[in-house]
């Protein structure tokens, strides 16, 4: 304490400091990571390459989902490569970690807007960092790719929506557990934030105007652990059995399922239907907890069809046997896909107005099934399907659509958006993003 | 009516003896020694992913039946928890006993400073469990032996006061830059099988033995078995613990530098030993605690983080410095969780409509979480100390 820092000392602290920090600068930049910086200034497409942005965490709570998102986007980006790029220019991909961080995922996103000139951006999985991106978005004109399931109420100029709105996920699999399980009472349990807040709300009105019963409705802390209060509620308040609509994300699946079944309240009694549990998450719950439990998808690993064998395989070739693809992953995987195509239709990847216009309409033979479209909300049609969760940790398809579900965006159940539709062709209405529906 | 009571005390004494566990090792380490420990939640993911690795190693032995009775077939992976919790003991008080000597040994008296030294710490140890690899184990121990071995030979020398600045100016960047050499050398050459890491970020698949997984029927009624296992490891631990610190020598001598320091040492206490082994075992407890969670809930880079509000809410509100403050503390905010959150409290007050109504509005789990912690507020505005206030002029640290 009483010695200063002196110049001495100083002087080699500093030289340690220096060399230190001078050699991890010259052996970083690890391998994997595709981030390199960026000439100033170069439009998207003007070089050698086309810049497409990733933004996803790949730290904090969130980077448990979405590692593997970045993984498929990879993968497709590095297979259109292979296959001569697009518009004969490869592509490049800029990858920025949103640190599970709502006001970091919008600095990111300006970021790769203004200094890496990207052509468009792959990103997002949490609504909430979603909300954080879409004034950048919005207010420069450009454009974000958005492969998670969500609760709607929303349709942007500046998103593609690939992943389920509402009645291709929640509603389709209330009105399934209503037909299976005929006057069964609900219970609803969710994460306390926007995404299972608002699912509640359009279930509670899809049940009312249908006939079926909600007994209750609870929500735990994001990351809560503590479910007891919850699991005696539940069997207070359907003590013969009932229907869980299950809509926890992250830690708290985990606590409820390894409680839930230490309670002794099986599937067979008390069926669960989850909407945020996909292959990824049964492998870190263990399929001992889950095992009879159903979950609503857009797309399992056991779907069965050539487009899906050669994606999983194509997969797992990429990043270990061990690894399982799931629902939001083909989602992000197509998304690229459709973005290639409408780039090729626009001829142009620079012109943000023109591969908007191209991209609507857009067909895909998805790993869900084929005929996947992009629709003039920005929203894409769908498969819905539901899913019991096996043994060995996939899901046994319990009931599949024929044909992709087209997406509604605004939901129709909810009074608030009753009668609101949004489509992006129609240039001639004040607002196309939300407008009242003709005709009804 | 009877059985409402006997239920909500059982679910209450259960969800307060997960807080008591959590909470046993920060009651010791900051109730005794006064370290703000904010590691503590990551030092019980330690123990939960030395929980994981355990198990893993028994999936690995022969699925043979050790011991039959009739339908009654007992393997060797049943047992694979008692294992655990002496292994997830033993490498979180390791882990303790390195942070002791590397971080807080330097800080004590420097609250705020320890504060955010154990942040940190607690933000590294997360990181290290999504990205530790075999090219960053193989770095860092090659890194750890140049620079404290060649410091280690060098102190002998007797210019060494002269020498130190010198030599850890040259030997820190030379002995990072071997060790960052042979890593990324190593990882070119084997590719995924030394990079690839070990956890990843997701959360680890960890399945209880099957009987842990169901729990014991009691009429209509199921007693989770995970949650009594959980009741009598507290016991044992909070037992073990009071024994440890009335009964044993070293016991004594915590207790004495807990009381004054500065007399202790003049009396020959090695009181750096006994800061040292407090921690240790502060850190051990948390391991435990951290294996038996890992039976409630998920194992993550993020599994600390659900802990370790509530467990400085449990040592506060308890007193600092009295282990029987926490164990009261715990089985009360246990409690009063259970009876706001389930509904129990608004059905009792059925009978008169606002209270009732009052209540219903926080029977969510979420609501019941924020009523408690105004409740905590309100009770330490009366009494600032907690409920066990330790008495007497000693208690500035």
């Known amino acids: 304490m009483t010695e200063g820092f002196g110049r001495r000392k100083f002087i080699l602290y500093g030289t340690a400091a220096l060399g230190t920090s001078v050699l991890l600068k010259a052996c970083g930049g690890q391998p994997d990571t595709a981030t390199s910086p960026s000439p100033e200034g170069s439009p998207a497409a003007s070089g050698e390459t086309i810049k497409v942005g990733i933004l996803h965490s790949l730290s904090g709570t969130m980077a448990i989902s979405e590692k593997s998102v970045v993984d498929a986007e990879q993968l497709a980006i590095e297979e259109i490569n292979k296959a001569g790029g697009v518009l004969g220019k490869q592509i490049e991909a800029v990858v920025e970690d949103g640190a599970s961080d709502w006001p970091t995922f919008a600095e990111k996103a300006k970021k790769l807007i203004d200094q890496d000139k990207v052509a468009t951006v792959f990103g997002c999985w949490t609504s909430a960092s979603r909300k954080a991106v879409l004034p950048v978005f919005e207010s420069k004109g450009h454009m974000l790719w958005y492969p998670v399931q969500y609760e709607g109420q929303e349709c942007s100029k500046n998103i593609f929506y690939t992943g389920a709105a509402p009645n291709q996920q929640i509603e389709p699999s209330v009105d399934w557990l209503l037909e299976q399980y005929k006057g069964q009472p609900f219970y609803l349990v969710g994460s306390d934030y926007v995404f299972p807040r608002t699912a509640n709300t359009i279930i509670k009105a899809q049940l009312e105007a249908k006939g079926g019963k909600v007994v209750g409705e609870d929500y735990i802390p994001l990351g809560g652990t503590e479910v007891t209060p919850l699991i005696s509620k539940i069997k207070t ?103 290639k195509q409408a780039v090729e239709k626009a001829g142009t990847a620079d012109d943000l107005e023109k591969v908007r216009a191209a991209a609507i309409g857009q067909t895909i033979d998805a790993p869900e099934g084929p005929g996947v479209t992009m629709e003039s909300n920005h929203h894409i049609s769908k498969y819905v399907r539901i899913g019991k969760v096996r043994e060995d940790g996939l899901f046994e398809i319990v009931y599949a659509t024929d044909k992709p579900v087209k997406p509604v965006p605004w939901n129709q159940f909810v009074a608030e958006t009753k009668g609101y539709t949004c489509d992006w062709t129609n240039t001639t209405e004040a607002n196309p993003g939300k407008f009242k529906m003709t005709g009804t | 009516m009877f059985t409402g009571i006997l239920d909500g005390i059982f679910n209450g004494i259960s969800i307060g003896s997960v807080l008591l566990l959590a909470a046993l090792g920060l009651a010791i380490v900051f109730g005794l020694m006064g370290v703000i420990n904010m590691a503590h939640g990551e030092l019980m993911m330690l123990g939960a992913y030395t929980t994981v690795v355990v198990q893993n190693g028994f999936e690995l032995l022969p699925n043979k039946p050790v011991f039959s009775f009739y339908t009654v077939n007992i393997h060797l992976f049943d047992f694979y928890m008692f294992v655990a919790l002496i292994m997830a003991f033993l490498v979180t008080a390791g882990v303790g006993l390195v942070l002791e000597r590397g971080v807080i040994r330097y800080l004590y008296g420097r609250p705020l400073e320890t504060l955010l030294a154990t942040w940190g710490v607690s933000l590294i140890l997360q990181q290290l469990v999504r990205s530790v690899n075999w090219v960053l184990v193989i770095g860092l121990v090659l890194f750890c032996f140049l620079f404290f071995g060649a410091m280690t030979l060098l102190s002998r020398r007797a210019d060494w006061d002269r020498l130190r600045g010198w030599a850890i100016a040259i030997l820190l960047p030379l002995s990072a830059g071997i060790a960052i050499v042979t890593g990324s050398l190593l990882g070119q050459t084997y590719k995924l099988a030394v990079t690839q890491p070990w956890f990843g970020a997701r959360n680890q698949d960890l399945t209880a033995p099957a009987w842990l997984r169901g729990g014991i029927p009691l009429g209509n009624y199921q007693l989770p078995s995970a949650r009594l296992f959980i009741i009598a490891l507290t016991i044992l631990c909070v037992l073990g613990i009071y024994q440890f610190l009335q009964r044993s020598s070293w016991g004594l001598r915590i207790r004495a530098v807990t009381q004054n320091r500065s007399m202790s040492a003049c009396l020959g206490i090695p009181t750096q030993k006994v800061d040292a082994l407090t921690f240790a075992i502060g ?62 409290i608004a059905l009792w007050l059925a009978p008169i409509k606002p209270l009732a109504d009052f209540f219903t509005f926080f029977a969510t789990s979420s609501m019941a979480k924020v009523m408690v912690f105004a409740l905590i507020v309100a009770f330490l505005q009366v009494r600032p100390a907690g409920l066990f206030p330790q008495k007497g002029r000693t208690v500035d640290a």
Not at chain 2, 301 to 315: E, K, L, S
């Open chain 1, 237 to 339: 308040a359907m003590p013969n059995g009932g229907i869980i609509y299950n809509s926890l994300n992250g830690d708290s699946n985990v606590a409820f399922f390894k409680q839930l079944q230490g309670a002794g309240l099986g599937p067979d009694k008390y069926p669960s239907m989850s909407v945020s549990i996909a292959e990824e998450e049964v492998k870190a719950i263990g399929p001992e907890y889950l095992k009879g439990h159903f979950a609503a998808w857009n797309y399992f690993m056991t779907v069965d069809n050539p487009a899906n064998k050669k994606f999983v395989e194509a997969f797992k070739a990429k990043y270990g046997e061990d690894r399982v693809t799931n629902d939001p992953m083909e989602a992000a995987y197509i998304m690229v896909y459709l973005w």
């Open chain 2, 283 to 344: 850190s051990g407890l948390a391991g435990v605690a951290g294996c038996a969670v890992s039976l409630l809930g998920s194992v993550g880079p993020n599994t600390g983080q659900n802990y370790i509000v509530d467990t400085f809410m449990v040592v506060v509100v308890g007193g600092v410095g009295k282990l029987v403050g926490s164990i009261v503390a715990a089985m009360a905010i246990g409690i009063t969780t259970y009876l706001v959150g389930s509904g129990t």
